[in-house]
């Protein structure tokens, strides 16, 4: 997978969301779409983006695939997903890779971190 894409309510929102919970950083193209760059790479690189969708766009989400994010310190994202205002789906579980828990973004997107 080269790009994830995921549609936000409030990019503003999403934006502060993700570089709370993750550190992660944006290049903005406008009110409607923010490019993540990615970590350590080229000038102008990136691995995603946050486009806004239409006005209640959460509500009609369900049934994508599930991202999931990897965490060097499980317990500590868990926290900062939280500090950061996601909802905890799943609180932490065993599963064949070793431990994740799964949450939700503000816009209403579920991800997993393990």
């Known amino acids: 997978i080269d790009y994830v894409e995921f549609s936000v309510d409030d990019l ?3 934006m502060e969301f993700y570089n709370k919970a993750f ?3 944006f290049t903005t193209y406008g009110p409607g779409y923010a490019g993540i760059k990615k970590p350590g790479g080229a000038e102008g690189e990136e691995m995603g983006g946050l486009a806004v969708g239409s006005s ?3 509500a009609k989400r369900g049934g994508g695939p599930l991202v999931v994010l990897y965490s060097g310190d499980l ?3 868990l926290k900062e997903v939280r500090d950061a205002g ?3 789906v799943k609180d932490p579980f065993a599963f064949p890779g070793g431990r994740r ?3 939700q973004d503000p ?3 579920t991800l997993a971190v393990w």
Do not use: H, P, R
Request: proline fraction near 0%; charged fraction near 15%; glycine fraction near 20%.
């Open 101 to 103: 828990f799964e949450f």
């Open 56 to 58: 209640g766009a959460s």
């Open 12 to 14: 503003t929102n999403a």
């Open 86 to 88: 996601g909802t905890i």
């Open 23 to 25: 550190g992660w950083e």
């Open 107 to 109: 816009s209403g997107n």
């Open 75 to 77: 317990k500590a994202t």
